[in-house]
């Protein structure tokens, strides 16, 4: 049966984040579990956002990856509970990300002054280019919910940020 478990495992380790795919859905933390019940293969993941629209592309993955395999009787379960945090990412999967241009999330919130802001001082985000931490936030949101579009002031590219939360 753990033997079976890790097949599986290998198998679903490979799926890549539809938004980001440089990213594995392990690498994100989004597979949170696979359990043996007799001949049915139960796969548990847990959405970045409720309602994260690349959910339904995942769990598509999910089952066409059980499948080739002959893993026909299977069931994906979308846990909400505990809610999913960037704390559950990989440290190779940030590395990733900031490789692919995108900053990842800060392992504790940092606050830096506001730069010609309305809004409270928005989170230290250093520059995944340039590596400069002289950054503002342009958006609350990027090309994706879970990302902020941010500045460097320094390079002047545009990149997103991988919210933390």
């Known amino acids: 049966m753990e033997e079976k478990k890790e097949h599986i495992l290998s198998l679903l380790r490979e799926i890549p984040d ?12 989004v597979l949170r579990d696979v359990r043996i019940n007799g001949d049915e293969v139960e796969v548990v993941i847990t959405p970045t956002y409720s309602g994260c629209p690349a959910m339904d592309t995942i769990r598509m993955q999910i089952r066409l990856a059980l499948m080739e395999h002959g893993y026909t009787n299977n069931k994906i379960t979308m846990l909400l509970s505990p809610a999913w945090t960037t704390e559950w990412m990989s440290e190779s999967g940030k590395e990733k ?21 309305l809004f409270a001082a928005a989170e230290a985000v250093q520059c995944p280019l340039c590596e400069s931490w002289n950054t503002r936030r342009i958006s609350e ?9 941010y500045q460097c002031n320094e390079c002047r590219e545009p990149f997103d940020y991988f919210k933390c939360h």
Do not use: H, R
Not at 98 to 117: D, L, R, T
Not at 142 to 149: F, I, Q, R, V
């Open 97 to 117: 990300l900031k490789a692919y241009g995108i900053a990842p999330p800060n392992p504790k919130q940092q606050v830096c002054e506001p730069q010609e802001q």
């Open 141 to 149: 949101f990027g090309s994706t919910a879970c990302k902020a579009l």
């Open 18 to 29: 539809p938004e980001v795919p440089v990213l594995t859905i392990e690498d994100l933390g």
